[in-house]
C-alpha cells in the first residue's frame, strides 16, 4: 500500500537550520508530485508548495519562498524539506503529501523553534 | 489567493443525525480543462488529514456512502447523511483550480 513516512520531531534554536525527509512506498516515486502543507499547532493547513518528483522542479507559494528548499533523493524515494534560518513562528507539523490520484499523507513531522 | 469559506466553524450532533459543512470560494473553481478541483479531507484528532471526496462529489476508496459532495462554481457542500462516532474531527474543503492551493480554515464535527 502507499505509505509516506516522515522523519520524527525536531527541537531547534531560532536562526538554526532543519530537514524534514518524507519516505514514499507502494508506488513509482517519480509519477506523482509531492507536496508540503504546514500545520501550525491549533490552526489549520496551510499549503507551502510541491516538488515535481520526476524533474526536480520545486514551486513554492510566496509565504514560503526564500528560507525554505524543496529537494528530492529520487534514488531513495525520498522528498525533503529544509528550512533554514528558524523563526518561532516556524514551530509547526509539517506534512508530506500526495495530494493527486490516490490520496496519501505523511504522518507529519514536528518541529518546535525555542530558544 | 482564492479564499476558501467554511460553515459552521463546529458542529455538534448526536450519532445518528445528519450533517452538512458549506465551502464558498472567492472565486469559481472551474478549471480551463472544464474540472473543478474541490476536495474535502477529515483530520480526526491526532491524526493526518485523509481525502473523503475529490472533483467536488466522488468519494475515495474506502470512504463510506453516507459522505456526499455537491455544488459548482463557488458553493460546494459536504453532507454525511447519519454521523458516526468515528466521524468527529475537522473537516476542510481545499481547491487546487488556482494556484495556490488553499484550504478552508475548517468545521470540527463533535459528537454529542
Known amino acids: 500500500q502507499i505509505q509516506l513516512v516522515q522523519s520524527g520531531p525536531e527541537l531547534k534554536k531560532p536562526g538554526e537550520s532543519v530537514k524534514i525527509s518524507c519516505k514514499a512506498s507502494?508506488?513509482?516515486?517519480?509519477?506523482?508530485?509531492m507536496h508540503w502543507v504546514k500545520q501550525a499547532p491549533g490552526k489549520g493547513l496551510k499549503w507551502m508548495g510541491w516538488i515535481n518528483t520526476y524533474t526536480g522542479k520545486p514551486t513554492y507559494a510566496d509565504d514560503f519562498k526564500g528560507r525554505f528548499v524543496f529537494s528530492l533523493e529520487a534514488s531513495a524515494s525520498t522528498a525533503n524539506l529544509q528550512i533554514s534560518n528558524l523563526k518561532n513562528e516556524d514551530t509547526a507539523t509539517y506534512f508530506c503529501a500526495r495530494l493527486f490520484g490516490v490520496d496519501a499523507w505523511g504522518q507529519g513531522a514536528s518541529v518546535t523553534v525555542s530558544s | 489567493d482564492v479564499v476558501m469559506t467554511q460553515t459552521p466553524v463546529s458542529l455538534s450532533l448526536a450519532i445518528g443525525q445528519p450533517a452538512s459543512i458549506s465551502c464558498k470560494s472567492s472565486q469559481s473553481l472551474v478549471h480551463s480543462d472544464g474540472k473543478t478541483y474541490l476536495s474535502w479531507i477529515l483530520q480526526r484528532p491526532g491524526q493526518s488529514p485523509k481525502r473523503l471526496i475529490y472533483?467536488?462529489?466522488k468519494l475515495d476508496s474506502g470512504v463510506p456512502d453516507r459522505f456526499s459532495g455537491s455544488g459548482s462554481e463557488t458553493e460546494f457542500t459536504l453532507k454525511i447523511s447519519r454521523v458516526e462516532a468515528e466521524d468527529l474531527g475537522v473537516y476542510y474543503c481545499?481547491?487546487?483550480?488556482?494556484?495556490?492551493?488553499?484550504f478552508g480554515s475548517g468545521t470540527k464535527l463533535e459528537i454529542k
Open positions: 481545499w481547491q487546487a483550480t488556482h494556484f495556490p492551493l488553499t
Open positions: 507502494g508506488y513509482t516515486f517519480t509519477d506523482y508530485a
Open positions: 472533483l467536488v462529489s
